[in-house]
């Protein structure tokens, strides 16, 4: 294994792949001990964990067990609503986030990049096989019985019950996201329908509310996402508690939304918020990666040098250039790195998942608790429910920490609320240092390399499969077809390759640049395959120290 120079420690690996982020999908005892259908292989094992994209793990303080990368455990200390106090297996951050290369033999990691191989849509599916299966399939609950000791009828008839309702958990979650017109591959998930759809149908028992998965999107690298202004795809969340605990609610985290009312434990959760803020403080010092010479070839530092000019003329009004263009300090002291926010319609790329979730609720069991324009209602803007519910339960599991306001600040980023207005149909365009790791491109990952990307939209690959080997050439994936290789069309929903086009025409609609030359293609490639042209250097927290002077809050 080759790491790179991204300012961590062994240490900081290590907590960052298997640290609990709060999230509860199965018991711990029993995902430890499942099968695979059709097979007497353990679900957790390495090979299976591979099959979906799953880096493997080693046994470490943080990880006695060796759960694969992005896999931890869980200890709910009290019952959360329909989640018994115990010990569970969840997903945490570097699930979607920690990318592997892999290149002749050799594999490169990459810390806090795009989870570049994991099919979080077919893992979810299988793991919901396997529960099913083992509950209909006596030879195999047996199986499990025996591994965890439990022994007798009255043993494994409570085993049974405790299993029988995790799983139907678990079938309801995997269904939903299977709703989706054409499965999304690796490297993809459509996030936002997921977290939607849990706090607003799912968890509420609100089935109306479900918006289909039609917008599958790569997970963004996370080296300069505490230091940049704005955060998401389309640009709508500033603080990172609201970020990093939103993410959580998405994937498994305990949440009571049953209760009628919060005294009776109506938006209770596991939210795990000294482990989010140690994790985004973790994130403030992710260097991004440098090209490693050695494994993937020399970098020839004329032609990079025309390709930064190139990027300077095309490129840096939008994405941001070291040592980048900083906010104003704010009421703290702090300044954002500024990232480009460009109109979807200028940009001309897939605009699914602007679209996907349904613009109305069902009030359900929260229209009393709502804002008064829309209390006692039984229809209102989706928006304005999931933010409510969000904002509840945010708010409950703050007050338990009972932080004083300079911590509450600190959990915030620094950033000043409530946040300004979201804006209105953009994209975010963020500085590309080590963006040559984090294939496939375009937020919906539908680009194959970054040589595509400077080439006309009409000309880009159409199809492509997706392998697991780096392509250090076109600096992307290498998309020779094989037996388990993944077809990505362009042509399904949500899958466009369209926009953010170098071609002749007027700027807009998709028109980005101009048409570029081969030679000048390749010169930005190689420009883009320099940057960072420090290794390990960090972004300052708050701006370049002679600016950044904290006030008291």
């Known amino acids: 294994m080759i790491y790179l120079n991204q300012g961590w420690s062994q240490n900081d690996r290590e907590w960052y792949y298997n640290f609990s982020q709060g999230s509860a999908i199965l018991s711990y005892d029993i995902f430890l001990n499942l099968e695979i259908a059709n097979d007497q292989e353990l679900f957790r094992s390495d090979a299976n964990s591979v099959r979906y994209g799953l880096i493997p793990g080693a046994p470490n303080w943080i990880n006695p067990d060796g759960l694969p990368i992005g896999m931890s455990k869980t200890t709910l200390a009290t019952a959360i609503g329909d989640w018994p106090a115990g010990d569970y297996a969840g997903p945490t ?164 939304l049953h209760a009628k009312t919060p005294a009776e434990g109506l938006y209770d959760s596991n939210a795990a918020i000294p482990e989010l803020q140690r994790v985004e403080k973790q994130l403030e010092r992710l260097a991004p990666p440098s090209w490693p010479e050695d494994v993937f070839g020399k970098i020839d530092r004329e032609k990079a040098k025309t390709g930064k000019a190139l990027f300077m003329e095309h490129c840096a009004s939008c994405h941001n250039a070291w040592p980048y263009r900083w906010s104003e300090p704010n009421k703290y002291g702090k300044r954002f790195v500024l990232v480009g926010l460009v109109p979807q319609s200028y940009m001309g790329t897939d605009r699914a998942q602007s679209e996907a979730i349904r613009p109305f609720a069902v009030t359900g069991q929260f229209s009393n608790s709502l804002p008064p324009q829309f209390r006692g209602k039984y229809v209102v803007p989706m928006y304005d429910l999931a933010r409510t519910i969000r904002i509840a339960v945010e708010e409950k599991a703050v007050a338990k920490l009972n932080p004083s306001p300079a911590e509450l600040v600190e959990l915030n980023g620094y950033r000043e609320l409530p946040q300004p207005p979201i804006p209105d149909q953009v994209w975010k365009a963020a500085p590309r240092d080590g963006v040559w790791a984090t294939p496939p491109f375009l937020h919906n990952g539908s680009v194959p390399n970054l040589y595509e990307m400077l080439v006309p939209a009409g000309e880009r690959s159409k199809k492509f499969c997706i392998t697991r080997e780096f392509d250090p050439i076109k600096v992307g994936f290498d998309t020779t077809c094989g037996p388990n290789t993944f077809v990505l069309d362009t042509s399904l929903l949500g899958n466009t390759n369209a926009g953010h086009s170098f071609q002749d025409g007027p700027r807009g609609n998709g028109v980005v640049g101009p048409l570029l030359s081969d030679d000048q293609r390749w010169a930005l490639v190689e420009y883009l395959k320099s940057i960072p042209e420090e290794p390990g250097r960090i972004t300052p927290y708050g701006g370049p120290p002679e600016t950044s002077q904290p006030q008291k809050p």
């Open 93 to 256: 951050c570097a699930a979607c986030h920690e990318t592997q290369l892999n290149y002749k033999g050799k594999r490169v990691r990459i810390d806090g990049g795009a989870g570049n191989t994991f099919d979080i849509q077919a893992y979810i599916q299988a793991l919901d096989a396997a529960i099913g299966e083992t509950l209909t399939d006596a030879a195999k609950f047996d199986r499990l019985a025996t591994r965890l000791g439990v022994a007798g009828p009255e043993a494994k008839a409570k085993l049974r019950e405790r299993f029988e309702r995790q799983a139907s958990a678990i079938h309801q979650y995997a269904t939903i996201s299977s709703a989706s017109p054409s499965h999304w591959g690796p490297a993809r998930i459509d996030a936002r329908s997921l977290i939607n759809n849990r706090l607003t149908a799912i968890l509420p028992g609100i089935p109306e509310n479900t918006s289909t998965a039609i917008a599958p999107v790569k997970p963004p690298f996370l080296w300069n996402s505490p230091q940049g202004l704005w955060t998401q795809w389309a640009a709508y969340i500033q603080s990172p508690l609201d970020r990093n605990l939103g993410e959580t609610m998405g994937v498994f985290m305990p949440i009571n």
